[in-house]
């Protein structure tokens, strides 16, 4: 089983990644990588190159994959999920106005509606 991470470089995304790593290492399973911004280039970007540094030998770590330009970010997600077999999505999610708390943003809610897998929704304070 695997642990599947939404990924991009906010405050956000750091977060995700940080608490998909622990929930990696806490269930003992993989780690994918999903980056959300469409790939510029051959290379991971530095910033997750930093964190992928950082993830204990203990979790193996799926080759990273990066949202096609047209593809739909949530629809993204939810296909990596079903593609990875997932067992958690983890996704970032900024901060709302106070009606906002109420209410998740459009892509968080069409993970949460149709992800295969439990979906855990990071706020950028997670340490």
């Not at 405050?11 to 399973?29: F, H, L, S, T």
């Not at 077999?85 to 509606?113: C, M, N, P, W």
């Amino acid at each position: 089983m695997t642990v599947l991470v939404a990924y991009n470089e906010s405050p956000q995304g750091e977060a995700a990644m940080r608490a998909a790593v622990g929930e990696a290492v806490r269930r003992k399973q993989d780690l994918a990588v999903l980056v959300l911004t469409p790939q510029v280039g051959t290379g991971v970007p530095a910033t997750l190159a930093h964190l992928l540094d950082s993830v204990p030998n203990t979790v193996s770590i799926a080759p990273i994959a990066f949202r096609a330009e047209e593809a739909d970010v949530a629809d993204a997600i939810v296909d990596r999920a079903e593609a990875v077999s997932a067992a958690l999505v983890v996704i970032g999610s900024r901060k709302h106005s106070t009606v906002g708390t109420f209410l998740v943003g459009a892509t968080t809610q069409q993970v949460l509606l149709d992800s295969p897998a439990p979906v855990l929704v990071v706020k950028a304070t997670y340490a």
